[in-house]
């Protein structure tokens, strides 16, 4: 794993000519690429997503055996432990709105369950003081392809 190093200059350069050349003191941002996997038996689900600061979007992709399959993307952010995203997908000919949150483990991401409620076309928790993280899915970091 490479490490970045980077500095941050608040002085402004003279070149011979005796032009200023501005610099660009802002913190640098850095994104974070991450893949997780779901499989159990013929179920599996995939998770790839990107952080940058706070902000996560990428794909989460469920395949429940003779089940419909769901494929969409999320977008969202990480505060702590927890990812809260929305997941728009496409089921049965239709795009949705799902909420989802995960709670981070070491190297898990496990979806937490809840009662959920139907808002402006939205589906979403209806208390999210009370969801369950012991039922969902646990999904597995793996290496990104």
Do not use: H, W
Request: proline fraction near 1%.
């Amino acid at each position: 794993m490479g490490t970045l190093f980077t500095a941050c200059q608040n002085e402004t350069p003279k070149q011979n000519s005796g032009e200023e050349i501005a610099i660009d003191t802002n913190a640098v941002t850095i994104s974070n690429i991450e893949c997780y996997a779901y499989i159990n038996n013929k179920d599996t689900a995939t998770l790839n997503f990107t952080t940058t600061n706070d902000t996560v979007v990428g794909e989460l992709n469920y395949n429940f055996y003779e089940k419909d399959s769901n494929k969409g993307i999320i977008e969202g952010e990480m505060k702590s432990d927890t990812l809260t995203l929305n997941y728009i997908f496409n089921s049965e000919g239709r795009e949705s709105v799902r909420q989802v949150v995960m709670l981070k483990k070491a190297n898990q991401l496990i979806e937490a369950t809840g009662e959920m409620e139907d808002k402006n076309g939205k589906f979403v928790f209806k208390n999210l003081s009370n969801l369950n993280f012991g039922q969902g899915i646990i999904f597995s970091k793996i290496d990104c392809n």
